[in-house]
């Protein structure tokens, strides 16, 4: 009868520390997911910004450069080609640093607070 009894109670600790071990790792994604959210939002909000403020600037530029060659097409053709040098530029970083700088950020905001804890 004890034997009974033990086992019993040793499937009920065993069921309630699984339940809650599940809980724990569920509350840990949403934190993690919540986090890697905020900073993409931030950083499209980011994005989006300095996105208007180029356009405007390079609106400017053309027209600036246009009053320079006395053509709106050789003006706007000259911010067109620095955008250009931008965009081989930064297909050349991405692939050798920006992309692992991204992989970091992710692994880092994933695995920070595990660190933390195996510390203490």
Known sequence: MHDQDYFEKTSDLI???TEDRI???KIQ????TG????KLIFFIVLILLVFFL???VSMMGGYYFADLTGSLYKGFSIIAGLYLLLLFS????????ISIKIMDMTTRIFFENESR???E
């Open 35 to 38: 986090q890697l959210s905020s």
């Open 23 to 25: 809980l724990l790792l």
């Open 29 to 32: 994604a949403a934190k993690k």
């Open 117 to 119: 804890e195996n510390e």
């Open 90 to 97: 930064f297909l050349i970083l991405y692939r050798k640093y």
């Open 15 to 17: 069921k309630n520390y």
């Open 54 to 56: 180029l356009f405007f």
